[in-house]
């Protein structure tokens, strides 16, 4: 390697080489096989198979990371996801956001889950290319959709599938547990222990399930009552008008008269408090794939589990911006 006298600051400089690696010792073709082994494999096991030592191992993984990153480029979204994810114990939030047309999480931050960390995502991005964003999907968390109404407000927000269904299991659920309590004796072997029998689709179940199920909506006519409006409250996703589905949602809540199903009720009405943000999907245009976010969040978790944990924000932040991008 070639050193020069520079004429400008007087220093000595070495010739760069483009092939080197951050750490000199190695190649950037060594560094990004590195990296695409890391895809699969922890660091411990790779480091044990190149016989390197662990830090390098980690130092090479996120040059590889951050040169995905760089060949992804700058995102300019027109669909985003909002969802927050628990980084440790203590309820220790942070923000992820997702380009859903590209399919790729495209920011990791925030101190919590509050409006201000909320705003820094817009501060990133821009007023330009927050100006172009058509379609916000998140849950019905409200500092999210503070957020988002005061930077985008051109945007529509539309809250997420997955998580109203999930408050709807969390009313069928509370359902369970109150016949459980009140009935006594040999009444109870139908409800107990059919809790996920209960909170998963029919089609999902195997043989046994679905006649542990046939035999409990047999016995207790609450949970029929319960179990029948829960698998029917699917169908407002299927309405292309939102007069229809206000009718159809208006109808469903009729149904719930004389049932006593409080927890049914109190569900109802937070979905006409949120109805602006679940009639948006009958319009064409926002007819997104909303499985995206929760299938993301779920693939972060993995990548902590094998971890046993990041404690190294900016190592894990990596690790989520690149998890959709392709191999280097």
């Keep these: 390697m070639r050193r020069l006298d520079c004429c400008d600051c007087g220093k000595v400089k070495r010739e760069r080489l483009d092939f080197l690696a951050d750490n000199p010792l190695y190649t950037k073709r060594f560094a990004y096989f590195v990296g695409r082994r890391c ?23 996120m040059q590889y990371m951050q040169a995905q990153l760089a060949r992804a480029g700058t995102p300019g979204p027109q669909v985003i996801g909002i969802d927050e994810i628990a980084i440790r114990k203590g309820h220790t939030y942070r923000i992820v956001v997702s380009d859903l047309v590209r399919g790729r999480p495209i920011w990791f931050g925030g101190e919590d889950r509050s409006e201000t960390s909320m705003s820094q995502f817009y501060a990133w991005l821009g007023e330009r290319k927050s100006s172009r964003i058509r379609l916000a999907v998140m849950d019905m968390w409200k500092p999210f959709r503070l957020a988002t109404n005061a930077h985008a407000p051109q945007a529509a927000i539309l809250f997420d599938k997955f998580h109203i269904m999930r408050h709807l299991g969390k009313a069928l659920d509370t359902v369970r547990k109150r016949e459980y309590a009140r009935l006594a004796g040999r009444d109870r072997r139908y409800i107990k222990g059919q809790k996920y029998t209960l909170l998963s689709r029919k089609e999902n179940l195997t043989l046994d399930g679905k006649k542990a199920l046939k035999a409990l909506l047999a016995a207790n006519k609450r949970l029929n009552t319960a179990y029948v409006l829960k698998e029917s409250f699917g169908q407002l996703w299927s309405y292309e008008r939102e007069g229809w589905a206000r009718r159809f949602f208006e109808n469903w809540r009729a149904s719930l008269k004389w049932q006593r199903l409080t927890p049914y009720e109190k569900f109802a009405a937070m979905i006409d408090r949120h109805w602006d943000g679940i009639a948006a999907y009958c319009r064409p245009e926002n007819k997104v794939s909303l499985g995206f976010v929760e299938g993301l969040n779920n693939k972060i978790r993995v990548i902590q589990r094998r971890a046993y944990g990041l404690r190294n924000e900016d190592y894990l932040r990596l690790k989520i911006l690149t998890c959709m991008l392709p191999a280097l």
């Design 39 to 61: 895809r699969q494999a922890t660091i411990k096991d790779v480091a044990k198979e190149l016989a390197l030592d662990w830090h390098a191992v980690k130092a090479l993984e």
